[in-house]
């Protein structure tokens, strides 16, 4: 069991946490939930022990091991697959040792070891991993430095899911996520055998992932069971009923204070007036319920709205090399008041789509048509960093407004979030969900008639995205968005197009049937990723050729694997042919022989992988 005990914790002078307390069951999967900025990280510092408490402790089983994702993404020549497979350390260790062993005693306890702990699995564990992940087979035998930060982040994730720790430990893991990553983690902490504690604002992880709920208010920790809603169903009747006492309460204390206040003075009844001072003394108070209402999110209107269709796209081809474009002959539309939801893996042209809408980005060919006047927000994380840090919320507002007086200067930096002193905050003293709302504000800042959203939710917090799902539906132009948050998607979309292949196509199911055909997909997926190469090839052809580079590579790993497993049973049948070892050492006789036949099982799933890969390989040659 974790067990935190009357924990206080203060970072810079700031009391995050006070006299805090939970008990985490083995086997629990809590979310941990708060307001940005409460002290959810802090308290993983200190689960972690890299942060002292003030008061407390936090007791952790001995023999648990501790997992988290690495601060940093690995990055060197070494693949993705064993980048993963060196998470587990025992395994790594062991199979290093087993190499050079030569010694029967010794080379019996790795082995029995190795078949306890499931080693030879462990390639198909963590290749699943990845994939569910969005790394297709061939991108797992490639160097870890051939890819971004974000997509190593990703890696790093898998590494520590493929670890499988006894505690768990993962803050806001789906913000290096797509849509179709983060349906795939949901599922596999929802069936997660060991205990994990994960923050998170997304509300569908919540609801899909875990069985509890700590919730950090205050400086309090307070565990609630069951998933976030209800969560939130408990948290609306305890406060209610809070507030109702707190009432009560606060009709007594003027009662027994009107009673002291009225016969103090009288001689017959300073008895019974010091009785009610004692007893409001003793009255405990009841914790204000403190507002902590979100500021809302709004997105001024356009000033004229203009007939549909506000872009119309025909036969486009579009991406960064005309040999080789990310998407072809795109034919679409978008009307004025339009809510459009892009699904498909990242690396498939969501982002190319959304810049070519936004104009940012010329078509190779074809035509698009925008109506005259129109106007664009576009958001995006990266911009985020073209936020000027020595600057304030009012002097980006005033930059926009050049002539404005103080006075409108400042009403339109408070309409956008930032009122009195906040708007003179420099940028790089804003929390991540600060700078979200900012960037938001003045992208958005003459009344667009299409907004483009692109990953917008990853800095805000629960609230605030909701605050940030109501302003898109109160806003009556159109909207673009690009999300792995699937309530924001299923709150305000009333369109899903799907970018896949090199197309864009609608999909006529909800994100429920999205979700089963990704879970679905991710158990058997290829090559998803990889793009076309070259020019005037024939299709078939090359399609024949990108199916068979992931086929022989499997089937490389799997004869190298074959090789190993055989040195391994060569040993052990070396030592099992010493003269008199089972009347000698009956025990370590037993371990080999269960050694052998644990090897000898891998060795038969390794043939049997190389067997199907070589016959579909085959298939694929034609």
Not at 467 to 487: C, K, Q, T, W
Request: hydrophobic share 40%.
């Amino acid at each position: 069991m974790l067990s935190i005990t009357d924990i206080s914790v203060r970072i810079a002078g700031r009391l995050l946490i006070d006299h805090g307390s939970a008990q985490i069951v083995p086997g629990a999967r809590v979310g941990l939930i708060g307001r940005n900025g409460a002290g959810k990280s802090t308290l993983f510092h200190a689960i972690r022990g890299e942060l002292p408490t003030e008061t407390g402790t936090i007791t952790i089983p001995p023999r648990w091991r501790v997992g988290s994702l690495a601060q940093e993404a690995p990055n060197g020549p070494e693949s993705l697959l064993e980048v993963v497979l060196k998470a587990d350390l025992e395994r790594d260790a062991l199979l290093r040792e087993a190499d050079t062993a030569h010694d029967p005693h010794r080379i019996a306890e790795i082995q029995t070891r190795l078949v306890d702990i499931d080693a030879h699995s462990a390639p198909a564990r963590a290749a699943a991993i990845l994939s569910g992940l969005g790394f297709s087979t061939a991108d797992q035998a490639r160097p870890c430095s051939e890819f971004s930060g974000g997509w190593r982040m990703r890696v790093a994730l898998a590494a520590t899911l493929f670890a499988a720790p006894d505690l768990l430990l993962l803050d806001e893991p789906t913000n290096y996520l797509d849509l179709e990553g983060t349906l795939w983690l949901e599922d596999h902490l929802a069936n997660y055998p060991r205990t994990v504690i994960v923050i998170s604002h997304d509300r569908d992880l919540l609801d899909t992932s875990v069985d509890q709920i700590l919730h950090l208010d205050r400086g309090k920790l307070t565990l609630y069971r069951g998933t976030y809603s209800s969560f939130e169903e408990q948290r609306a009747t305890r406060e209610m009923l809070d507030a109702k006492h707190a009432k009560r309460q606060d009709a007594e204390r003027k009662r027994l204070q009107a009673f002291v206040d009225r016969f103090k003075a009288k001689a017959s009844k300073a008895r019974q007036a010091q009785s009610r001072v004692k007893m409001l003394e003793k009255m405990k108070p009841i914790a204000a319920l403190v507002t902590q209402d979100v500021r809302e999110i709004t997105f001024p209107a356009p000033e004229k709205m203009l007939s549909p269709p506000i872009i119309a796209v025909d036969d486009v081809s579009v991406g960064y090399d005309p040999k080789s474009p990310v998407l072809n002959r795109v034919t679409l539309r978008i009307d004025t008041d339009d809510r459009i939801a892009l699904l498909g893996s990242n690396g498939n042209g969501k982002s190319t789509l959304v810049k070519l809408l936004a104009n940012r980005l010329a078509p190779f060919s074809g035509t698009i048509t925008r109506a005259e006047k129109i106007s664009i927000a576009y958001f995006a994380q990266h911009q985020l960093d073209e936020l000027r840090e020595d600057g304030s919320p009012y002097d980006h507002v005033r930059k926009l407004m050049p002539d404005a007086p103080e006075t409108k200067v400042r009403g339109r930096t408070g309409a956008i979030g930032f009122s009195g002193k906040a708007g003179d905050t420099l940028v790089k003293s804003l929390s991540g969900g600060e700078k979200a709302r900012l960037l938001l504000g003045l992208a958005t800042f003459f009344g667009p008639n299409m907004i483009i959203l692109d990953e917008p939710t990853n800095h805000l917090d629960i609230d605030s995205r909701a605050a940030l799902a109501e302003a898109i539906n109160e806003f009556p132009g159109a909207v673009i968005m690009v999300s792995h948050d699937r309530y924001l998607i299923e709150a305000c979309a009333d369109q899903l197009w799907v970018v896949a292949d090199h197309a864009v196509t609608t999909y006529d199911g909800d994100l429920d049937d999205y979700r089963r055909m990704v879970l679905s997909a991710r158990g058997m997926r290829t090559n998803s990723r990889d793009r076309e190469r070259g020019n005037g090839r024939d299709k078939a052809a090359r399609n024949k050729g990108e199916k068979r580079v992931p086929l022989k590579q499997k089937i490389s790993e799997a004869e190298a694997e074959i090789a190993r497993i055989n040195g391994i049973i060569s040993k052990i049948d070396t030592a099992l042919a010493l003269p008199d070892l089972f009347k000698r050492d009956p025990k370590q006789a037993a371990q080999l022989s269960k050694a052998r036949a644990g090897a000898a099982s891998a060795l038969q799933r390794a043939e049997e992988e190389w067997l199907a890969a070589s016959s579909q390989y085959d298939e694929a040659a034609g």
